[in-house]
């Protein structure tokens, strides 16, 4: 089955780098995705990476997988307050006969102080 | 328009009411899913459609609840008989086929009193 953990807080300093991290346990996944979610708000993607690869860089974020070990995380460089927000991870088979439903995580809340 | 959008934003309703949640995708995605998220957890994968078919119900929890696509845009998530434990933001996302990124529209909150 599938089942993706993550843990439910993490407060850091503005300027600070936050690292969020996620396990799964199906290890078919093909792609893994960090979605961000603000108050009242729906989800914004912020990146994703193919399982076949190790690291993915896009500005201030950095993602790390660890197929072996069934461990994503998330790395934002220099943290502001507007990035203060839930943090979901989720995973996909990829193309099943029922296209391409994520599987999420329970959410990391992330907290930004001054 | 420019994202996927969900009416209305909060709908509020009595146990055993019927209820629908109306998703518009994104002009030309041909995917469509529904999704639950109940407080505190993440989104739960409820129906898939590609075009006007449900390709994969499998996350609907049960026959109450029923999700149409007549003409592979727009869909409409029905509810019947509903029960407090249905209270949940549904969210609708879409994407421009099958392997390509999902967008999410901002969800109805469904509160059944």
């Known amino acids: 089955g599938e089942d993706v953990e993550q843990s439910l807080f993490l407060s850091v300093r503005e300027g600070d780098s936050s690292v969020i991290n996620c396990t799964y346990t199906d290890s078919s996944s093909t792609y893994l995705y960090w979605y961000k979610q603000e108050p009242g708000a729906g989800l914004q993607l912020l990146t994703y990476i193919f399982s076949n690869m190790d690291m993915k860089q896009d500005q201030r974020l950095t993602v790390l997988l660890n197929k072996k070990d069934k461990h994503l995380s998330l790395r934002i460089a220099d943290t502001q307050t507007g990035d203060s927000a839930i943090y979901f991870c989720a995973e996909t088979l990829g193309p099943t006969g029922g296209g391409n439903k994520l599987t999420f995580g329970t959410g990391t809340q992330l907290k930004v102080e001054l | 328009g420019a994202g996927v959008s969900q009416t209305p934003s909060n709908k509020v309703t009595e146990k055993g009411k019927y209820v629908e949640l109306r998703c518009d995708p994104i002009s030309g995605h041909t995917a469509l899913y529904w999704y639950r998220q109940s407080l505190g957890q993440g989104p739960e994968f409820l129906i898939y459609f590609q075009g006007t078919g449900a390709a994969d119900d499998s996350g609907l929890p049960n026959d109450r609840f029923f999700a149409v696509r007549p003409e592979g845009s727009v869909s409409t998530l029905k509810i019947q008989r509903t029960e407090r434990g249905d209270s949940a933001v549904y969210l609708c996302?879409?994407?421009?086929?099958?392997?390509?990124?999902?967008?999410f529209g901002p969800g109805t909150r469904l509160l059944v009193l």
């Open positions: 996302a879409s994407s421009l086929g099958t392997l390509e990124t999902q967008y």
